[in-house]
């Protein structure tokens, strides 16, 4: 397991990229706004996408548990944020804002997936990131599971399969 930085600026929250299906199966939507909550009530900042399906369920959930949601856009549009995020960062460099999203994150978890989501659990991966990813529903996360996408790192994705086994895993990883 990757390990989160500690000689940071001791105030700095932790940062959780959550990443997912941009068209999301009921359950898929409904676990998404219940890793949110999780992540606003463990303290955590969470980053995504800042649209909408999974990432807009993330934020609706964070900003329910009184947190705080970043969204990285991929247009110079304010407009195209969803209703949830608390703060709105417009990149206009379309999928590349990708790399920035997981960059942003101490820590990545993947629930679902398409394309962009691959592309992110690519990038968590090539920079040494944590990531955990979603068993429950069809995509990328559920593919990749308990999975090395290659001999350079020797931990693998870490599969969880409800939302409270999750925050047993990633509960220790957060700064308090």
Wanted: charged share 25%; with cysteine; net charge positive.
């Amino acid at each position: 397991m990757a390990l989160i930085p500690t000689n940071m600026n001791e105030k700095r929250k932790t940062q959780i990229t959550v990443i997912g299906d941009s068209k999301p199966e009921l359950e898929t939507e409904r676990i998404a706004l219940e890793v949110g909550e999780m992540i606003g009530k463990l303290g955590a900042i969470a980053i995504t996408g800042g649209r909408g399906g999974v990432m807009k369920a993330v934020a609706k959930g964070i900003d329910k548990a009184g947190g705080i949601c970043v969204g990285i856009l991929p247009t110079n549009e304010f407009s195209e944020s969803n209703a949830y995020n608390h703060i709105v960062i417009p990149t206009d460099i379309g999928h590349a804002r990708n790399s920035i999203t997981v960059m942003a994150g101490d820590l990545v978890i993947a629930i679902g997936g398409g394309a962009g989501t691959l592309s992110e659990i690519s990038f968590a991966w090539i920079y040494g990131k944590t990531v955990f990813a979603y068993e429950g529903s069809e995509g990328w996360s559920k593919a990749l599971a308990n999975q090395r996408l290659d001999e350079k790192r020797r931990d693998q994705i870490i599969g969880f399969k409800s939302v409270s086994e999750l925050e047993k895993k990633i509960k220790p990883l957060i700064r308090r």
